[in-house]
């Protein structure tokens, strides 16, 4: 499978379920822009037959290499980066996996009963990262448990593996070419950005400048026969600043990131 195939994939499951993303992009297009992606991103469950460790070979076969790591303590996180290692232009990866065991008991009571589900030989195709709910649907009383104690537990109970987010790389837009800018279109269009620490999140001095839609939201089935409207996925902006060395910043700051995740967010 070769890259443009892997994203191709992600990106018809993701904008199924996220059509704010395809208006988005259709938008920029309307004004004459092309529009490339700076990164997407996966999210999963350590400790399990999809955990970081057993997808990494996944994206290691279709040419991607890790590059950094990242630890979130107060969302029981650690992720990590990857990029393709020799197309320069080709989205890097963010992936993460939530840390179960520093859950209450009871989430990692609900978790458990997810992982037990999973197939141990599950992950054998880079097709894994678009196989979406890999468990039987939650019920509407465990996804509310989780998602007090977990946004992202409760979030991945629902939605699985899948692209959570594509990302708009601002340094390939011409008349859109700040992130206040972008901003301002998707204001002016309606679209409800993530607020959390400011709408623009990092600056020039960091490297790295982001904002995101909040999630589509869609209507859920829970297990108990429930229906619920819950967030889906959401689109990302990002503008990279060049470094010292006139290398453009090509990785991810944590403090940024931790807002991102809150897009989203039920609560
Ligand atoms: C990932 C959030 C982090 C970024 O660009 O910093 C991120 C997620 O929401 O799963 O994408
Ligand atoms: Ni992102």
Redesign the pocket.
Known sequence: MTPTEFFASLWDVYTKVTPQAQRIQQLFQSHGETVLN??V???TFNNSPISLEKLEPQLEAIGYKAYGAFRFDSKHLK?RCYKHQTDVDSPKI?L?ELLVEELPQHCQDIIGKFIAQIPTNMVQTPAIFWSGKLWDTPTEADYLALAEHSE?AAWLSTMGLQA??F?VSINHLNKYPTIETVNQLLLDEGYALNQVGGVV?GSPESR?E?S?TMADKIDYHFAEGTKRTIPSC?Y?F?RRHPQRDGTLFDS???G???K?????NVN
Do not use: G, M, V, W
């Not at 991102?260 to 989203?264: L, P, R, V, Y």
């Open positions: 700076d990164h991103a996966f999210r992720a963010f993460s992202y959570n987010h990302t999140k790295l982001q995101s959401f990302e990002a991810f700051i944590e940024n990131a931790d991102i995740f809150d897009s989203t």
